[in-house]
């Protein structure tokens, strides 16, 4: 397998949060209101505490997601992979008032993958171009992903992959740092549109992919995760019919 090199050795914190809190704010707008918002900052904050093995800050129900924000940084010295909670938060909301079929899901990550390559484009000018499907190198458009994925420094270190055929690509991650909100998304069934156990690394990967998919088209990315453990996860990527 391919090592993906990663300059850093951390995700950075900040990235994962303010993109998390635009994302919210768009779903809010677009899809739930303010009520949205609420459970959000509710999951969040109640997952923070408890891997920090603390109470909820008094007060903290009239947050508002600056407070949250600045809540999750002033801990992370005690908790490095803090930034899950918002995660965490994002999808335990949707799958609360959507239910737990990961449809609203995949329209919010998509809306985060577009929001991110809007600011990459200003930065470097350069953004996805939509193809004909017959034209699509998944290798060349997954390594290209990864290589956005790592200029915000959200891409794990410790990653590998490899191009198993011309639709499908697998990865292996080393003691990922999204493992752990991927567990608590394991424990409260909170899954994939097609039904599937959640990577969260993966998720972002395919939303991004699938902005270079043409408008109508009968084939979409997805993820089947197929090891999950402390140590190292193992995922296959794949082009294929809706």
Not at 74 to 95: K, V
């Amino acid at each position: 397998m391919e090592r993906i090199e990663t300059p850093y050795n951390e995700i950075d914190f900040h990235t994962i949060l303010d993109i998390g809190i635009a994302n919210v704010k768009i779903v809010e707008e677009k899809l739930f209101g303010p009520v949205y918002t609420r459970f959000v900052k509710k999951f969040a904050l109640e997952f923070a505490a408890k891997k920090l093995g603390d109470t909820l800050p008094e007060g903290s129900e009239e947050w508002d997601l600056s407070q949250v924000k600045n809540y999750l940084k002033s801990n992370i010295e005690q908790y490095p992979h803090i930034f899950g909670a918002l995660m965490y938060g994002m999808a335990r909301a949707e799958a609360y008032l959507a239910g737990s079929s990961g449809v609203v899901r995949r329209i919010t990550v998509n809306e985060m993958a577009k929001a991110m390559n809007k600011k990459l484009e200003s930065i470097n000018k350069q953004g996805n171009t939509r193809q004909d499907i017959s034209s699509i190198d998944i290798g060349s458009e997954f390594k290209q992903v990864v290589n956005k994925l790592t200029i915000f420094k959200t891409m794990p270190p410790g990653a590998s992959y490899s191009v198993m055929d011309a639709s499908t690509v697998k990865m292996e991650v080393d003691n990922c740092p999204y493992s752990e909100v991927c567990k608590a998304f394991h424990t409260e069934k909170v899954v994939t549109y097609s039904r599937a156990h959640v990577c969260s690394i993966a998720t972002m990967i395919c939303a991004y992919l699938a902005l270079g998919i043409p408008s109508g088209s009968d084939y979409d990315y997805d993820y089947n995760l197929d090891e999950f453990t402390n140590t190292k996860c193992k995922v296959r990527i794949m082009l294929k019919e809706r």
